[in-house]
């Protein structure tokens, strides 16, 4: 079963483009919702953090929640180079164990 | 800013060799956790552990793995006999109070398998 449906991309823009970065997912129990940031040989580092649906913004990163249509988004402005990377979603709810939920994750390249 | 740290870096192990992969959480950090992504494929959830003892585990999370905390700062996975199957990154991750807190990862380990 699939959790969680991430298009692996890969996904290139010239600097300064406005990234869009999505996850869709079919367990209506989850109810947070993560981005992380993943470079090579590196561990996910975490960047947004969400609770239900709604917006959250912090700098040039927005994460969008839509719980109705099971959708979230992560989208970036003024997109730079040091922003080439792989993006993970991760989800989990009150009922769906300890665990997170990970998207399979988009390679980004922000050409310069 | 505090972190996660795991060691060795890279591990090389021959088949059925025992393996141990070392973490120290983010020190006030209660919950502990590790995951392994294969090359190319997603993170995987293994196990979760809460006052020292393992609260979730997965179905990858046979008899073969086994974690311990044993001491105040350090956590582990060890892996009895491992397969060539095996070969992933292993992350450690911890989270502060509530399963469902952001959890916070390390760098991984490397684990390939000859």
């Known amino acids: 079963q699939k959790e969680v449906e991430q298009d692996p991309g890969p996904l290139s823009v010239p600097e300064g483009a406005i990234v869009s970065l999505n996850c869709t997912y079919s367990?209506?129990?989850?109810?947070?919702f993560m981005w992380y940031r993943q470079y090579s040989r590196k561990g996910p580092e975490l960047l947004m953090y969400t609770y239900s649906s709604g917006n959250k913004e912090d700098g040039r990163f927005t994460a969008q929640v839509d719980k109705s249509s099971k959708y979230i988004s992560l989208f970036i402005r003024d997109s730079q180079p040091s922003d080439s990377a792989t993006y993970l979603c991760a989800m989990s709810g009150k009922n769906t164990g300890n665990q997170f939920y990970f998207g399979t994750g988009t390679s980004l390249t922000v050409i310069p | 800013e505090p972190e996660v740290t795991q060691t060795p870096s890279h591990q090389v192990t021959q088949m059925g060799q025992e393996v141990i992969l070392r973490c120290v959480p983010i020190?006030?950090?209660?919950?502990f956790y590790w995951y392994r992504q294969i090359l190319g494929q997603k993170v995987e959830f293994l196990v979760s552990?809460?006052?020292?003892?393992?609260?979730?585990k997965s179905e990858i999370f046979d008899d073969q793995f086994s974690v311990e905390r044993p001491d105040g700062s350090n956590f582990t996975l060890k892996i009895r006999s491992t397969k060539l199957e095996d070969s992933a990154m292993y992350f450690c991750?911890?989270?502060?109070?509530?399963?469902?807190?952001?959890?916070?990862f390390g760098d991984g380990t490397r684990l390939s398998i000859l």
């Open positions: 020190s006030n950090h209660l919950y």
């Open positions: 367990n209506s129990a989850f109810q947070y």
């Open positions: 552990f809460y006052n020292n003892e393992i609260s979730e």
């Open positions: 991750a911890s989270s502060e109070t509530d399963r469902n807190q952001p959890q916070h």
